[in-house]
């Protein structure tokens, strides 16, 4: 039902957006405008994660964190930056180290603005060089909208790709840009690859009996599961196919794609029984990407169970959500 409820809204913000979606059209007074204004909030308010349990996982991740240092300290210097997501602040202390001009940055989690405002305060305490605002884009005005700038920096990101809604929220930041500006990061690829695991039958069992009672209806399966660390190195991955490409989006391009599928088929000849699913996020020279034989980050990803080698394999996403048919 959750799912089905992401599909209605998705399918009217999709109408509402084919139909224009710029900064006139965003700010327009009419009814239609209006209802994607609104209709977009709403999108956003039920992405929100009012939580602050994720932090510590997230900010002992060395490679997400390296991977964005790098990529502020060569583009940040005299630049306007708009932050989609403060988080713990790191990305905007990271900004302001590295000369940014100036930083504004949303978080709308009503838990994490204020210690925001402290940490940030703690050290820029008498600088101009910053903005903290306790709302979500969406909920943006024709004053928000006066400003613009020369990056939007992001972090959209989760073991499933898609479920941050990242690619509503870049077409709406794009309204925020200069001509000339950029979302960084800008590229995302959305990958799978056939995997061999040993322990693939043990993995998510609830129990197999208890009291005379099977469980075994709740033990199957679900077309999508998520793959922490600790599971990836549980389930002994014995052989790794090599990966095909899913999805490439490119957030700077003139047209993104809002929604795609592709279909595959697995090569019968090769000793598999999983697909491995994951992201590549790539800003010029730098990779991020939470392949688990790869790097060990605080994402985790997805796996898909094969159980027939010959019937296709179809992915899909419509902007926040994605599936396997």
């Not at 583009?75 to 180290?97: C, D, M, P, R, Y």
């Amino acid at each position: 039902m959750h799912n089905q409820g992401k599909q209605i809204l998705n399918e009217h913000a999709l109408e509402l957006i084919n139909k224009g979606f710029n900064r006139e059209d965003y700010l327009g007074q009419d009814r239609q405008k209006k209802t994607l204004r609104k209709l977009l909030s709403l999108r956003s308010k039920k992405n929100q994660v009012n939580s602050a349990e994720y932090l510590p996982t997230m900010m002992n991740d060395k490679f997400r964190n390296n991977f964005y240092e790098n990529l502020i300290k060569d583009n940040a210097g005299g630049k306007t930056i708009l932050e989609v997501g403060t988080g713990a602040g790191l990305l905007t202390l990271l900004a302001l180290k590295y000369g940014a001009q100036h930083i504004s940055t949303y978080e709308y989690n009503p838990l994490l603005h204020d210690k925001l405002k402290k940490l940030i305060n703690r050290y820029y305490s008498n600088s101009n060089r910053w903005t903290l605002y306790q709302k979500s884009l969406f909920d943006c005005d024709a004053a928000d909208l006066k400003q613009e700038y020369d990056i939007v920096l992001h972090e959209l990101f989760s073991a499933n790709i898609f479920g941050e809604d990242f690619i509503a929220t870049a077409l709406l930041a794009k309204l925020f840009l200069k001509p000339e500006g950029k979302i960084m990061p800008g590229n995302i690829h959305v990958l799978a690859k056939p995997v061999l695991f040993e322990n693939i039958d043990n993995h998510r069992l609830i129990m197999k009996t208890h009291s005379d009672f099977s469980f075994d209806e709740f033990n199957e399966l679900p077309p999508i599961c998520h793959m922490a660390q600790s599971d990836f190195v549980e389930m002994k991955m014995q052989r790794d196919y090599g990966a095909e490409l899913i999805f490439s989006i490119d957030l700077n391009s003139h047209d993104v794609p809002l929604k795609d599928s592709k279909e595959i088929l697995i090569d019968k000849s090769i000793d598999c029984n999983a697909l491995l699913i994951y992201f590549e996020i790539t800003n010029e020279q730098y990779i991020l990407t939470n392949d688990p034989s790869q790097n060990e980050t605080h994402w985790g990803c997805l796996w898909h169970p094969i159980k027939e080698k010959s019937s296709p394999v179809t992915f899909n996403y419509n902007l926040n959500t994605f599936w396997i048919s």
